[in-house]
């Protein structure tokens, strides 16, 4: 693994996710195509708590906890609950943008300050074993699965202001 492209990549995309949604009027941030979307100020509260309370957060709960002592899991996290929970969509965007980046920089500085992790270190998931490694890949990852779902939500955003008019014309989406 390429530990340290992965963690400049996590830098490019906190530019690419905030120039996302620079410009993004509070109507818009709000807005979701249905009742079960997500609006782009809920993704971007989503990114928020997950770089604090999820990703951050167990990726050093698995590289330091001490050898001596058997993995236990880390603090349970509930991402789709904490949406409605927290209140994502009455947040200010502004803020949200910045809460988020900040975090970023957090986990960047903290990530750039690792001396030689041990990325097969593993913890006991529901799902199975996961490595510090799987972490740091799945941060990434999470990164592009949250981009497209904000590229989405402006597609979504302009066939619902165009209408009736059609954008077909664009291109195949």
């Given amino acids: ?20 949604v620079a410009g993004v009027g509070e109507e818009q941030a709000r807005w979701r195509p249905t009742a079960d979307d997500w609006s782009i100020l809920e993704v971007i509260n989503h990114l928020y708590d997950e770089e604090r309370e999820d990703f951050r957060q167990r990726l050093e709960y698995v590289l330091h906890w001490p050898d001596d002592q058997p993995s236990e899991m880390p603090p349970p996290i509930d991402p789709q609950g904490w949406v409605m929970a927290r209140g994502y969509n009455q947040r200010d965007l502004a803020a949200s943008v910045q ?26 998931h529901p799902a199975g074993s996961l490595r510090a490694g799987d972490l740091l890949a799945a941060w990434l990852a999470h990164d592009f699965l949250h981009l497209r779902q904000i590229v989405e939500l402006h597609y979504a955003w302009a066939k619902h202001i165009s209408e009736p008019y ?7 989406w």
């Fill in 99 to 124: 809460n988020w980046l900040g975090e970023r920089q957090q986990s960047l500085a903290w990530l750039n300050g690792l001396a030689a992790p041990n990325w097969e270190r593993s913890y006991r």
């Fill in 166 to 172: 059609q954008l077909e014309y664009a291109g195949d």
């Fill in 1 to 20: 693994m390429d530990h340290l492209t992965i963690i400049r990549q996590l830098a490019h995309n906190a530019e690419t996710i905030r120039g996302s």
